[in-house]
């Protein structure tokens, strides 16, 4: 597997704990830039009968066939539906292009209880070359709370010759008692050039805007720039640009239908950027919207700025699980408007 430039530093720090290899691994770091692919490198490194001098897997051997078929027999990857590429039709039928969409709509976002125990079989039979068996389980917050307890259960009596490898955007949102049994690894976001720079690499125009809006996380960027579009975020800047009830209220069914907990993390990029401009004339995010951003920064108290950001990093910890997306945004875009509006 390919390993990103800005990648280099975290595998030569992850080589030094492969004499002594923890049974379990938290891979953790903001959103966007490459933790999944680093731990699957890691993951095809370990199971590798010929590995490199600089410890990535030789490519040639027959585990590394295995694992890029995906089907290495002393491997798996426990990940939400969501995340599956091809979610699959039923037994002997062939999906339509709208059934497949309509599946994937409908493909759970967690990390289910059943997937956790379907690895009691797996662990409990000797490996296929008396080697290490692996577990690869992404992102680890998406673990719902009773498969949190099972994978609990396995962390707390390890089975011999097992490497669990998890990555996770957020540590806040695991228990506790599964970071106490993991060894944390911690992977940073990318220095604003050298992401640039691999951005442009791939063809990206506006490299610099779109890798700003996401917030430096290169894969995000690359992601949203290959949809062409801003028009979401766009919708959103707008009424925050000039908030008012009217423009909340026509715009919420809207952006209702966009991921919310990136609502949510564009709404914080757009309060820093305020209050940055605020205190020192700086823009991170939005250069874009230099305009709005010192029309807005000059007219709202910074006892407002505050409270606003503090009531945004509140949703976040809900946005993955509204009630109503519709209420959700009705309620963060009044809410903003309260505090920021004329």
């Not at 002393?74 to 939400?80: F, I, L, N, S, T």
């Not at 890798?211 to 290959?226: F, I, Y």
Request: with cysteine.
């Amino acid at each position: 597997m390919n390993m990103y430039p800005w990648q280099h530093d975290a595998w030569t720090r992850l080589q030094a704990m492969r004499a002594r290899l923890p049974h379990a691994i938290l891979f953790h770091g903001p959103a966007g830039i490459g933790k999944a692919d680093f731990i699957e490198s890691f993951a095809q490194a370990l199971l590798c009968e010929d590995v490199r001098p600089d410890g990535r897997a030789c490519g040639a051997c027959a585990s590394c066939g295995w694992f890029a078929q995906g089907n290495h027999p002393d491997y798996r990857r426990v990940r939400p539906e969501a995340l599956e590429d091809d979610l699959p039709a039923a037994e002997g039928e062939e999906a339509s292009a709208d059934e497949r969409k309509t599946k994937s709509k409908s493909a759970s976002k967690e990390i289910k209880i059943e997937q956790v125990r379907a690895l009691s079989d797996f662990m409990n039979i000797s490996t296929h070359r008396q080697g290490l068996r692996v577990v690869v389980l992404y992102p680890a917050e998406s673990l719902n709370m009773p498969a949190s307890n099972a994978l609990l259960k396995t962390l707390e009596e390890p089975p011999a010759g097992t490497v669990f490898l998890l990555a996770s955007n957020g540590l806040d949102r695991l228990l506790p008692t599964i970071l106490s049994r993991c060894r944390k690894f911690a992977m940073t976001m990318p220095d604003h050039g050298e992401a640039l720079a691999w951005l442009e690499a791939q063809g990206i125009n506006d490299a610099d805007g779109w890798l700003r809006e996401q917030g430096g996380a290169p894969l995000a960027a690359l992601a949203q720039a290959e949809t062409g579009s801003r028009e979401e975020l766009d919708g959103l800047l707008q009424v925050l640009a000039q908030p008012s009830v009217d423009a909340a209220l026509r715009s919420a069914d809207k952006l209702s239908k966009a991921p919310l907990a990136a609502l949510v993390a564009w709404q914080q990029r757009w309060l820093y950027d305020v209050f940055s401009y605020k205190l020192s004339g700086v823009i991170r995010y939005y250069p874009r919207y230099q305009r709005e951003v010192a029309t807005l920064a000059g007219r709202v108290h910074v006892a407002d700025l505050m409270q606003a950001i503090k009531s945004t990093n509140d949703r976040r910890a809900v946005a993955d699980h509204p009630l109503s997306p519709k209420l959700f945004v009705e309620d963060m875009l009044l809410d903003y408007t309260a505090r920021c509006g004329p």
